[in-house]
């Protein structure tokens, strides 16, 4: 399988910009849009990658907008990466939950920082939750049906969460 040579982040941008051209600040509302349920993206990650992205001849730079904001487009060479890239093994999942970092040194807490670390995370996941459905409603009104798959990865996770916070020990 050939190596496509772009992290997960990079691939994300030449995803998008298969939309069409957007300026960094684009990016990182369609990436907020359609990607957050299940992939985050910092604005520091967007514009690191994209000067990159730019040096391998994956996009192009468009003309510079109001405020000298900048189009990326992909390129052709981008959408053959892209491709590539669609066709290598993922790799496995990198869990990071601080929740549960957190539980895990529980015995350090008192009974009154765990019952509230476990509300924020409640209240965090009953939003998500909420707001990942409402995305994928959306999705498959639209009539995106792999975007509304990804979608009820979050559905499904953020239900995992609550689920698991409902049994998490408090002393």
Do not use: C
């Amino acid at each position: 399988m050939p190596d496509s040579g772009i992290n997960p982040t990079a691939a994300a941008l030449l995803g998008l910009l298969h939309e069409g051209p957007m300026t960094g600040g684009q990016l990182m509302a369609a990436a907020e849009r359609r990607l957050s349920p299940y992939w985050s993206m910092t604005r520091s990650q967007v514009y690191r990658e994209l000067p990159v992205l730019a040096d391998q001849g994956y996009v192009r730079l468009g003309k510079p907008g109001p405020r000298s904001s900048q189009p990326y487009a992909i390129t052709a060479a981008g959408k053959r990466t892209f491709a590539r890239w669609l066709t290598e093994s993922p790799g496995r999942d990198a869990i990071r939950n601080p929740i549960a970092l957190r539980v895990a040194f529980g015995t350090l807490h008192s009974a009154n920082q765990l019952r509230e670390l476990y509300a924020e995370a409640n209240e965090h996941h009953a939003e998500a939750l909420a707001a990942a459905r409402e995305q994928a409603r959306d999705a498959k009104k639209a009539g995106d049906t792999f975007g509304a798959a990804a979608l009820e990865f979050a559905v499904a996770y953020h239900k995992a969460a609550l689920s698991w916070l409902k049994t998490a020990p408090v002393g």
